[in-house]
């Protein structure tokens, strides 16, 4: 048998490892970002399925499916995003005489649009949010009334919508226009489908999924609760199973209202039923099906000893459930956080470059999913996710310890991530006492990110303690430090992330296990509660050479605040714009982003193309009359 992943990064990483256990042929495509990915290397055989662009690549059904007849395969695993969804491509699938490995095409259709999945659910008499979704009126006015009745704060997201995609909130009637303006983009980028759906704002809500399984023999189980209330942007960055502090009722009828749901949909393999909860009420309306397996599915695993992947392989195959409701015991409790690629410290600004230094501790009750164990590289063709680090311990206090204390003991860099807002988060009271809406990182500030100047000492102990452990040492390749007769110091260079040089001399003995050198890559990476500051070994002789690379430009101009690709400029040279108007819109990581003038002038220049991929900093407008130009010559 031979199983085919539709798929990259973790998820391609994780479906293999199940597959390759239970003796399955694994095969793997790639697009040429990825060609030299973990994943693409560890499946028994790979496959090229185009370039960088997702239409081109992942997202390429005719190409999937001849490769499927190409190379004789049994089964297609869609993992979770791209494919996973998509009825369509699911039915060709099973067309072409092919195992889909996820639920029939029925039950993927029938919450292929959040329309339908709200009138599915609401004949199931399951509760849901008071909204307006009418797929026949999508007009802008019949959208604004419908806003206007509910009343504000309202949300819009994407009909067809999942992971966080084409979701805007409107507090009022005069931010309603570019909302629904957003949010329509954002959804037809990413779904193909604009329709958009107007809802109440739960003011303080939660975010509470149950996990199904389901065969095609009529059985279907719940797996219990997760949390997922710990998001940025609709992105969930912190899970839990199960779910903490909830009233004994609304738990009970979470888990009901998910079996209702399945059996409504003849739900046949692994699935999530999503659910908003009053944090105020207890009240809890559902939101979705997803029809696929989820990017938190581990804490379910740490909590029942199942592997959901080996599940649904076996499902997808017509085996019957090998277990039964009574069978499920949740024991103890599992946490999960995603480690990204981006910059909490600079609004989550995503973050692309190689990673040279990845170590995470191989303590008991510790797993690693990641799209590389050792080192590898984030593009800005796909999302940034590094991987997930997951712990489990008897109760929900010594999970989170045990989480804290492995964060403290991870080393990723030089690339910048959120593994020290993970920290922060874990050691917050209201986080702790499960006190918390999906609002929290919104409504808190993070803490500032460390001077690296405060830990440079702890950067030159990690290479002395290098130099002591290896009689030849890196300073006999390098002649960017050496040892002084007598008094044996260690002398060095280090230049930090921001390109500031430190010279430094250690004296002492003492060992900071908080920092770790990388003799290959030249790196020494400090972690200060999550937090991982990135010191350079510099040669001597190229010291102290001025970076002429930078880009330049007057104050008014527009610069890209992080690689990424240019979807479209709405300005062309000699258009009047004011404060706040939108110039450009460019995407990083999937989610798209709109760059605003920062002041009323006259368009110069667009410096870029639609599809252009430019870098941090680099011009993409010009003005030649700003209000700024104004002021200074007034």
Not at 20 to 27: A, H, P, S, V
Not at 83 to 98: P, R, Y
Not at 395 to 403: G, P, V
């Amino acid at each position: 048998m031979k199983l085919l992943v539709a798929n990259r990064g973790e998820i391609a990483r994780r479906v293999l490892r199940t597959a390759k256990r239970l003796n399955w042929e694994t095969l793997a495509i790639f697009s040429d970002p990825d060609r030299e990915a973990a994943f693409a290397s560890e499946a028994d055989e790979r496959i090229r399925i185009g370039g960088p662009e997702l239409a081109d690549s992942y997202l390429n059904t005719e190409k999937i499916l001849q490769i499927c007849r190409d190379f004789d395969v049994t089964a297609v695993h869609p993992g979770y995003g791209f494919l996973s969804e998509n009825a369509d491509f699911a039915s060709q699938v099973t067309d072409a005489g092919v195992i889909w490995v996820g639920p029939n095409p029925q039950a993927i259709a029938s919450m292929g649009s959040k329309i339908e999945a709200r009138s599915l659910a609401e004949e199931a008499g399951i509760p849901v949010i008071p909204g307006f979704a009418d797929g026949e009126q999508q007009g802008d006015e019949a959208l604004l009334r419908a806003a206007e009745s509910i009343g504000y704060p309202i949300l819009l997201k994407a009909a067809a919508g999942g992971g966080g995609k084409g979701i805007r909130i409107a507090l009022s009637s005069s931010e309603f226009p570019q909302a629904l303006a957003d949010a329509r983009t954002e959804a037809s980028r990413s779904f193909s489908n604009d329709q958009i759906i107007v809802e109440r704002f739960i003011q303080n809500p939660r975010h509470v999924e149950v996990q199904l399984l389901g065969d095609q023999h009529g059985n279907l189980i719940e797996l219990g609760t997760r949390d997922c209330t710990t998001q940025r942007r609709y992105q969930k960055l912190v899970e839990e199973a199960p779910a903490p502090n909830l009233p004994m009722a609304t738990e009970n009828g979470l888990r009901e209202a998910a079996i209702t749901i399945g059996r409504v949909m003849s739900y046949d393999n692994a699935g999530t039923v999503e659910f908003v909860v009053d944090a105020d009420t207890g009240e809890y309306f559902f939101l979705e099906v997803n029809t696929r397996l989820q990017v938190e599915h581990p804490v379910t695993e740490l909590v029942t000893g199942l592997d959901l992947v080996e599940m649904q392989l076996k499902i997808a195959q017509g085996n019957p459930l090998p277990i039964t409701q009574n069978d499920v015991v949740i024991n103890g409790h599992a946490v999960e956080v995603r480690i990204n690629a981006e910059d909490p410290g600079e609004n989550y600004a995503p973050q692309t470059g190689r990673i040279d230094v990845l170590s995470i501790p191989s303590d008991e009750g510790v797993r690693w999913d990641g799209a590389f164990d050792t080192n590898g590289e984030i593009t800005p063709f796909y999302d940034g996710l590094i991987g997930k680090l997951i712990t489990w311990g008897v109760n929900r206090e010594s999970a989170l310890d045990k989480m804290q204390s492995v964060i403290t003991k991870t080393f990723i860099g030089p690339l910048t991530t959120n593994l020290g807002l993970h920290h922060w988060v874990l050691s917050n009271p209201k986080f702790r006492s499960m006190e918390i809406t999906t609002t929290f990182l919104d409504q808190n500030s993070t803490p500032p990110v460390p001077n690296p100047e405060y830990h440079v000492g702890e950067a030159a102990s990690a290479l002395r303690l290098k130099t002591r452990q290896d009689n030849r040492g890196p300073w006999r390749q390098l002649s960017n430090f050496h040892l002084v007769p007598n008094q044996t110091p260690l002398q060095a260079l280090l230049r930090d992330s921001s390109g500031q040089i430190h010279e430094v001399y250690s004296y002492d003995k003492a060992t900071f296990p908080t920092a770790h050198f990388e003799e290959e890559a030249g790196l020494i990476i400090v972690n200060h509660q999550g937090n991982i500051i990135s010191f350079e070994l510099v040669d001597r002789a190229h010291a102290w050479t001025t970076d002429s690379s930078a880009f330049a430009g007057s104050s008014g101009n527009v610069t890209a605040p992080f690689p990424a690709v240019v979807i479209s400029a709405p300005v062309k040279p000699g258009d009047a714009v004011s404060n706040g108007d939108a110039v450009m819109v460019i995407e990083a990581m999937k989610m798209l982003h709109s760059l605003t003038a920062s002041g009323g002038g006259e368009v110069d220049r667009v410096w870029v193309d639609e599809g252009d991929a430019i870098e941090a900093g680099q011009i993409l407008v010009s003005f030649t009359k700003t209000d700024t130009n104004e002021e200074e010559s007034a």
